[in-house]
């Protein structure tokens, strides 16, 4: 359902990412790994519309979006949930589930967010406490919420589990689990390269902005060279 093809990206004259090519289908999870720097949120932001594209092709079931705005993207089923997690402090709960839905009709907004909150109960108990004054975890939730509710074909997820207690990394993994069972596809950024591969079908090694490395996880245990890349980037 995505296709990459020889895509780099980057701020002004700088190219953090180098000819990348990769592919992700209907309820695939592809895991991006690499040392910090390595260039994989600018890659997963470039997809989105939010780090410009400097060269190369992004198509969704074979049309190129690549040169659309993000909120077009959006459209077209591709969502982020930000690293950072990056809600909007002043707006309650509910307001930023909205903000997530704004391209969706106002019937199935209140479904979507019924959704949302049968995957997150916590957050269905506080729909009008100020995200601001949310958990860290909480946080995290909202910010995977506020993805879900445009209904994502394309899931992109950076750091989910960065400062997170594992009880709480356990339901957002749940979550991705339950997202890929129903079809959707998923680029997960993760610092816990464990968990990243459990839940993984593809991975992509990237190593300063260049492709280091690609295949299945399965043939990734066999390869111990790029296990050492992966491993030094985790450190
Ligand atoms: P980390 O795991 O530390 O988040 P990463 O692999 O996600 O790293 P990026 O955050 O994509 O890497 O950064 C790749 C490169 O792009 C780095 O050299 C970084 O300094 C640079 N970079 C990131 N954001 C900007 C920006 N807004 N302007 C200029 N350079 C940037």
């Known amino acids: 359902m995505l296709e990459v093809t020889n895509l780099s990206c980057g701020y002004g004259d700088i190219i953090v990412a180098r000819e990348l090519s990769f592919s992700v289908n209907e309820g695939e999870v592809l895991s991006v790994i690499g040392a910090n720097g390595a260039g994989k949120s600018s890659t997963l932001n470039c997809l989105c519309g939010i780090v410009e594209k400097i060269h190369g092709s992004i198509c969704i079931n074979g049309f190129e979006i690549g040169e659309l705005i993000p909120e077009q993207r959006i459209q077209h089923g591709i969502a982020l949930v930000p690293e950072g997690r990056r809600v909007f ?47 860290g975890g909480e946080q995290q939730m909202l910010a995977f919420g506020r993805a879900l509710m445009s209904l994502p074909k394309l899931l992109l997820v950076d750091e989910m589990s960065l400062g997170l207690m594992p009880k709480v990394v ?46 299945s996880s399965a043939e990734l245990a066999q390869n111990p060279a790029a296990v050492e890349a992966m491993m030094g980037s985790s450190a």
């Open 89 to 135: 402090p002043d707006l309650s709960v509910n307001e930023n589930l909205t903000v997530g839905g704004h391209i969706v009709d106002r019937k199935l907004l209140e479904t979507n967010r019924e959704k949302v909150f049968s995957y997150f109960p916590r957050l269905g108990e506080r729909p009008k406490q100020l995200a601001g004054s949310l958990s």
């Open 170 to 215: 356990d339901e957002c993994y749940q979550v991705l689990q339950d997202l890929k069972d129903n079809g959707v596809a998923i680029i997960l950024v993760e610092q816990n390269t464990e968990r990243a591969l459990a839940v993984a079908d593809h991975v992509l090694v990237i190593e300063a902005g260049n492709l280091y490395w690609q295949g």
